[in-house]
């Protein structure tokens, strides 16, 4: 209820309607501050596990290329071949825990991705994962 611009809490309206945008506008710089001033997490919200070079590889293929071969809204090409393999979601260690497990890894994906069994869904998408993997190969040694 509002009685000669004052609403039921006793405060006046456009004075409660100003008050609650300038500490929305507070909250968000207060938000906005500690975005800031925490650390930024990786592009990357899946990163695989291995050893120390392989994983200095992978990092490299991705600061080089820019490229997240896992991104959120994409289904890639190394879990489609995880689960055909019959195995139960992506775990962290696909590449295996050496080098040449995970040039081998890195190789079938290449592979599919140059022959598909069907027409890439998004050949964009499919196009920098090829990128990625060959400069992750490359950079495997």
Do not use: C
């Not at 609650?20 to 919200?45: C, L, Q, S, W, Y």
């Not at 120390?52 to 991705?62: F, G, H, I, P, Y």
């Not at 696909?94 to 069994?117: C, Q, V, W, Y």
């Amino acid at each position: 209820m509002n009685v000669n611009g004052i609403g039921a809490t006793g405060y006046p309206a456009a004075g409660y309607e100003t008050r609650r945008t300038e500490r929305n506008v507070a909250g968000g710089k207060f938000a906005d501050a500690i975005n800031k001033a925490a650390p930024k997490k990786e592009t990357n919200a899946f990163r695989p596990e291995s050893s120390n070079e392989v994983m200095q590889a992978w990092d490299k293929a991705l600061a080089e290329t820019g490229v997240n071969p896992f991104p959120m809204n994409r289904i890639s090409t190394a879990l489609v071949l995880h689960v055909e393999s019959g195995q139960q979601g992506l775990s962290s260690t696909f590449l295996g825990d050496s080098t040449g497990s995970a040039k081998s890894m890195a190789e079938k994906i290449i592979h599919r991705l140059e022959n598909p069994l069907t027409p890439a869904e998004n050949p964009d998408f499919a196009g920098q994962e090829l990128i990625f993997y060959k400069k992750f190969l490359e950079f495997l040694g």
